[in-house]
């Protein structure tokens, strides 16, 4: 097997050793290779990027300009001014709603919305829903998860300006059409904001294949630290929308009456920027390259497939979503009769395994398909079969510790 | 710790809960809610004269919240309304983890969820019961 398939880069597990930490869709353990990278940005070259006129603020400028240029090639961008850096996807998707909707969404209007969106994908849209007078609806799925092209062109009225989804839900695991979607979306004169939050960091994106107008994903969520984030737009798109936060190092000339704005990407990345996490992210980008999609992909199949088809045997385990393993990307979302999600987690927990219970800040759609919490395990590249193993026993082991017979 | 926490006490409260059921004739009842975990109960007492004669709950939530809330009105049915909010006081004192072991004796099957005090995450599901009987008592007065 590829060393880098491996926990070997991960320091976590080797305070961690038997840890089976399944909980990857809420964030990544981090390889050596990005914690080393975001500690010699500090000690060799941190000063205040995009400032200085010395030579220690133009290294930090070029390690954290590397960085974009980085995700730029990651994600397949025609230029670094569609790269924007924010704190994370959360912040992104915030930025695209205050932004976005400011210029594109008029009282009247409406904004379509998947229902299994995270939160962070749901509350911006509503919030701005509110401030323009527009009409929120929401697009909802099967009780696989999955969307279809015909639903959303159903969906669809001339009013729409903003229809948003993410290409892979942190609840189903499923990918969305986002590429047909984002066609028909066009059609209409809708634009397409994909959150990317769960699938960047597991299959290969790449944004001019996908069409989304805007995409946005988390660092934390793909081996690099928090607090880094990535919004991507097209720049015509991006060049028509006003700033997010205003602030320092995003204008040109400010005077008592106003300010003209800096250059994109600068534009949307007021007040002091986050380099050590843009080092850190590019050192995530590098590490991923290194072992590839397809290895990641298929890795994370794999483990996905043995998890699955064993769950799937189990009369009391409910799987959400789809029942083909390779229709859930790394995330199993599941219920166990007669056991809380949370008794779930703890019982988990003290056999050594991490997974996450609630509703995944996904409330909406568990009130839609009518189960108030679920469990959920998801994988990295970086699990093994052994993790998985854990996890089934522990699974298995469940009830009859709850004092059911079996 | 939460093996301790899983103990046969816990488990046979929320197996078989004595107090889940509805309560005819209540005097007052109050939801409660922990909207981040999804528990939910509604909690009803009959109050007659200053005193909790009875009392039920219906809902879900987890072993927890559930186990904590049986075990409670085993508890206060039959007390006082001051007895009942005293023990309420002793069970935060308890999660809180400065209550001393007089104390604790007074709480008698309510320290099996002592370890919660351990476990912040799952505070607010020892503490649902609790909360709701208070807010309903203090309300009723």
């Known amino acids: 097997m590829n060393k880098l398939m491996s926990k070997a880069d991960f320091p976590v597990f080797e305070k961690y050793?038997?840890?089976?930490?399944?909980?990857?869709?809420?964030?990544?353990?981090?390889?050596?290779?990005?914690?080393?990278?975001v500690d010699r940005y500090y000690r060799e070259e941190n000063a205040n990027p995009l400032r200085g006129l010395y030579g220690l603020s133009v290294a930090a400028t070029e390690a954290y300009e590397n960085a974009r240029e980085k995700v730029r090639t990651f994600i397949g961008a025609k230029s670094t001014r569609e790269i924007v850096f924010t704190r994370n996807a959360t912040e992104s998707l915030n930025l695209a709603a205050h932004s976005l909707g400011r210029v594109f969404v008029s009282e009247g209007d409406e904004v379509l919305v998947a229902i299994s969106e995270h939160h962070s994908d749901m509350l911006?849209?509503?919030g701005l829903a509110e401030e323009r007078g527009a009409e929120i609806s929401y697009l909802e799925c099967s009780e696989e998860g999955?969307?279809?092209?015909?639903a959303l062109e159903k969906a669809l009225t001339p009013k729409t300006k903003i229809f948003a989804i993410a290409q892979i839900s942190n609840v189903y695991g499923r990918v969305n059409p986002i590429k047909e979607m984002a066609k028909v979306c066009h059609h209409n004169g809708t634009l397409l904001v994909c959150d990317g939050a769960q699938s960047v960091p597991h299959i290969a994106v790449d944004v001019q294949e996908l069409g989304a107008d805007i995409l946005v994903f988390s660092g934390h969520k793909m081996l690099a630290p928090m607090g880094i984030g990535v919004l991507y737009g097209r720049q015509e798109l991006l060049e028509k929308m006003p700033p997010f936060l205003t602030g320092g190092e995003m204008i040109e000339t400010v005077t008592l009456c106003g300010a003209t704005y800096?250059?994109?990407?600068?534009?949307?990345?007021?007040?002091t920027v986050n380099a050590g996490g843009a080092v850190g992210l590019g050192a995530a980008i590098d590490y991923i390259n290194e072992i590839g999609f397809e290895n990641i992909e298929r890795r994370e199949a794999e483990l996905t497939a043995l998890a699955f088809e064993q769950m799937k045997d189990i009369p009391y385990v409910h799987i959400i979503g789809s029942e083909k393993a390779q229709e859930h990307c790394g995330i199993i979302t599941f219920t166990v009769e007669g056991v809380h999600p949370h008794d779930i987690a703890a019982l988990m927990d003290m056999e050594g395994v991490a997974v996450r219970a609630g509703h995944h800040c996904a409330q909406p759609l568990h009130h839609f398909i009518g189960i108030p919490s679920t469990a959920r395990?998801?994988?990295?590249?970086?699990?093994?079969?052994?993790?998985?193993?854990?996890?089934i026993t522990a699974l298995k082991g469940l009830r009859r510790k709850m004092g059911y017979g079996e | 710790m939460e093996n301790e926490l899983y103990g046969q006490v816990l488990l046979d409260h929320n197996m078989h809960p004595f107090h889940k059921h509805e309560l005819e004739g209540a005097t007052c009842s109050h939801e409660g809610i922990n909207p981040s975990c999804g528990d939910d109960i509604v909690l009803k007492l009959t109050v007659k004269d200053g005193v909790v004669t009875d009392g039920a709950f219906?809902?879900?939530?987890?072993?927890?919240?559930?186990?904590?809330a049986d075990i409670m009105l085993e508890l206060v049915i039959g007390r006082s309304v001051e007895e009942a909010l005293h023990l309420k006081d002793l069970f935060s004192k308890m999660i809180e983890g400065t209550i001393t072991d007089e104390e604790l004796e007074e709480l008698d099957?309510?320290?099996?969820?002592?370890?919660?005090s351990h476990m912040p995450a799952r505070v607010k599901c020892a503490m649902l019961g609790w909360r709701t009987l208070e807010t309903l008592l203090k309300e009723d007065e």
């Open chain 2, 109 to 116: 099957e309510a320290g099996a969820l002592q370890n919660v």
């Open chain 1, 17 to 37: 050793p038997s840890l089976a930490y399944l909980d990857n869709a809420a964030t990544t353990q981090k390889p050596r290779q990005v914690l080393e990278a």
């Open chain 1, 146 to 150: 999955e969307y279809t092209v015909e």
């Open chain 1, 262 to 271: 800096a250059e994109l990407p600068h534009k949307f990345e007021a007040g």
């Open chain 2, 58 to 68: 219906q809902g879900s939530g987890c072993a927890i919240s559930q186990a904590s």
């Open chain 1, 124 to 126: 911006p849209w509503q």
């Open chain 1, 377 to 391: 395990m998801s994988l990295a590249f970086y699990n093994d079969e052994q993790d998985v193993e854990k996890f």
